[in-house]
């Protein structure tokens, strides 16, 4: 359905998703508009990947009010703020902390780690120690924003927090924030 010159190679998906692409081109919003007229249109094509079949089924257009699928100047004209976003695909102020307390606590973890002199797989298995039992699909997301700085649900942050801050209290207590409340 894409033209081979217009697909967007996953990675740099990934890039837009978590928002390391600093400087988008104007062929980065080009393909946005190609790619969300593909998601309004109800035939989608032949998809051999199984989940790649289930993240496009599940899909939804970014639409204007009456319907119409936004198009590459639409998404430039948010880029530079010009035209708001739907309200449901904005982050909330919850999930913008999230992020930002994620940062606090990867930094922290990348410090204590140089600190220690330790090997940072090696720190993140005290660190899910001090955590406890918890399910797989948290212990993931621990790792995830310990390594990849993803962000951490609001469920696992705390848990993250008061487990990051006791193993950094055991190998660099001086790094941990003594102006800070652990919430539990």
């Not at 790649?52 to 319907?67: I, K, N, S, Y």
Request: aromatic fraction near 6%; include cysteine; charged fraction near 25%.
């Amino acid at each position: 359905m894409i033209p081979w010159p217009l697909r967007v190679a996953g990675g740099q998906w990934g890039n837009i998703e978590n928002g390391k692409v600093s400087q988008p081109q104007p062929s980065t919003f080009i393909q946005l508009g190609i790619l969300n007229e593909c998601l309004s249109q109800p035939e989608r094509g032949t998809i051999k990947d199984k989940l790649l079949r289930q993240r496009v089924t599940q899909a939804q257009p970014v639409l204007h009010p009456d319907g119409r699928p936004w198009a590459a100047e639409d998404w430039f004209a948010c880029y530079i703020g010009k035209l708001e976003g739907p309200e449901d695909l904005w982050p909330c102020q919850e999930d913008l902390d999230a992020e930002a307390e994620t940062k606090r606590l990867g930094s922290l973890f990348d410090q204590a780690v140089e600190k220690g002199g330790l090997r940072p797989v090696s720190a993140a298995m005290q660190v899910l120690r001090l955590a406890g039992e918890l399910p797989m699909d948290q212990v993931m997301a621990i790792e995830n924003a310990l390594f990849a700085g993803e962000r951490l649900p609001s469920v696992v942050l705390a848990i993250a927090k008061k487990a990051l801050y006791d193993w950094v209290g055991t190998v660099a207590a001086e790094l941990v924030p003594v102006d800070e409340p652990i919430e539990e």
